[in-house]
């Protein structure tokens, strides 16, 4: 049995762990990417929608432009015949919804991981690990049987709902289902749909229509009446029904290149940390596909971890322990929020008695009518609402979301696609930064702000929130 080293072991060639993967390795680290399945992209993933925050982040790597010339930008959302989101209204340079396959996404990921020196394993399975005070050792089979050890400082696992990582180290994955048999599939239509976006239920069904942009379009569907196991074999025929029941019609639709059941789980692991291992992505949190939160939720995680694991690795962490704890105390509320969130969307959708679909449109005409309702709802699916606690011995808005500032050295997304933090302070300015700051003052990245009567100081952490500021 051969064994190799590695800085950070990732398990697992998702959207996570691509993000990851690519942010490390962008930094220096040496990084190693594990992934059971064979180097096969394709179109059958169940992820269809980047909100606002996500794209950000991909912008803040130079992905953002590209992605948004293969798919659909949707500028408003109608969910249920009555609640309408209005997503011109985010404050972002990305106030949409983009909707394009999650192969789409991966592929550009890989493409920024591979340039940047990851190792990729494709096709090798994660047979088991133990960590020490020092190391961590994983044990794997290669594509072609033989065993392999792989030991590394530190250890992502971002191996989806299944996680052989989560497994290895003993956790919990407390929840249960709260939809079954879930339809999915990519068709194309004979009717255009009179909304880009069409989300509706009767009570006894619900669907989900959205285009890609090329002629296809997904629809996701359930039908109260129809309860079977995900090894039953679901055709066409089933997924016009349940469109009719719901939406009203079918559109005609025709030529499904990709049809599967599935069922909705709501998921959470109890710590994301253990030791010198983490989870991240549908290995730490699962939950409705309702609000289309899921892949962008995992990527907002390896934007938050990828930057705390290379200031520890590199040294630069005054608190490495503390620096990596707060991985699980900033976005483990975070995926609990999500829960609570898509789950309640989905439980809206399945309303049925008289009683519960009216309380569905009261809700809808609150959300619609009462202007801070609609934002913070609005804050929470697209992300951009998504804050932090302030780090000790800061205020906020440090742990806010800090906006593409425009400076005099270019938009802030572009300056973080270093991978490093930002200070933004007046021509000339010296402020005093926190001694808490976990990075080397020779890799800081400054810029200054293009109305010279501002004269406050704001260091901007790599993942896009604010660190700290003086005023």
């Not at 669907?207 to 066409?236: C, H, I, K």
């Not at 997924?239 to 019609?249: E, F, K, Y």
């Not at 105390?329 to 989905?346: D, F, K, M, N, Q």
């Not at 302070?425 to 020779?442: D, K, S, V």
Request: avoid cysteine; hydrophobic fraction near 40%.
């Amino acid at each position: 049995m051969s064994t190799t080293d590695t800085d950070v072991l990732v398990i697992g060639a998702g959207p996570t762990g691509l993000l990851l993967a690519g942010d490390l390795a962008t930094a220096g680290i040496d990084v190693t990417l594990v992934e059971r399945r064979p180097h096969t992209l394709g179109n059958m993933t169940r992820a269809f929608g980047v909100h606002a925050r996500t794209l950000e982040q991909l912008d803040a790597r130079g992905l953002a432009d590209e992605l948004l010339t293969k798919g659909t930008l949707l500028t408003r959302m109608r969910l249920f015949g009555h609640l309408e989101l209005d997503l011109t209204r985010l404050p972002s340079r990305f106030n949409h919804l983009l909707i394009t396959p999650q192969y789409e996404v991966e592929e550009a990921l890989e493409r920024r991981a591979a340039a940047a020196g990851v190792t990729f394993r494709y096709g090798t399975r994660l047979d088991g690990l133990h960590q020490s005070p020092e190391a961590v050792t994983a044990e794997f089979t290669d594509p072609d049987g033989t065993p392999h050890t792989l030991r590394a400082r530190h250890l992502v696992g971002t191996d989806g709902v299944r996680s052989t990582v989560r497994s290895a180290l003993g956790l919990p994955f407390p929840g249960g289902s709260v939809i079954r048999s879930l339809v999915l599939a990519d068709v194309r239509l004979a009717e255009e749909p009179p909304e880009p976006l069409t989300v509706s239920g009767s009570g006894d069904a619900f669907a989900f229509l959205a285009p890609f942009g090329d002629g296809w379009y997904r629809v996701m569907g359930w039908n109260r009446t129809r309860q079977v196991p995900d090894s039953e074999p679901v055709d066409l025929d089933e997924v016009r029904q349940i469109a009719r029941t719901a939406l009203g019609s079918d559109y005609g639709m025709h030529d499904a290149r990709w049809i599967s059941r599935f069922h909705s789980d709501e998921r959470q692991a109890p710590a994301y940390r253990v030791g010198r291992v983490f989870l991240a992505g549908d290995a730490a949190h699962v939950h409705s596909p309702a609000g289309g939160q899921g892949m962008n939720t995992g990527l907002q995680d390896a934007a938050n971890l990828s930057w705390k694991l290379t200031a520890v690795l590199r040294g630069e962490a005054p608190d490495p322990e503390a620096l990596l704890d707060s991985y699980q105390s900033e976005r483990h509320p975070v995926g609990t929020a999500v829960l609570r969130s898509s789950g309640a969307i989905v439980r809206l959708a399945m309303a049925r008695t008289p009683l519960a679909r009216a309380a569905r449109a009261t809700a809808a005409r609150f959300l619609n009518t009462v202007g801070p309702a609609s934002a913070r709802a609005m804050g929470m699916i697209s992300g951009l609402g998504i804050a932090y606690a302030p780090t000790a011995g800061t205020r906020r808005p440090a742990g806010r979301r800090a906006p593409d500032l425009h400076l005099r050295e270019g938009r802030l997304h572009e300056l973080l696609r270093e991978g490093e933090f930002v200070l933004i302070a007046p021509e000339g300015a010296t402020p005093a930064l926190p001694a808490t700051a976990p990075f080397a003052p020779e890799r800081l990245i400054r810029a200054t702000w293009p109305d010279r009567t501002r004269r406050d100081a704001v260091l901007v952490r790599p993942d896009g929130y604010v660190f700290w500021t003086d005023r």
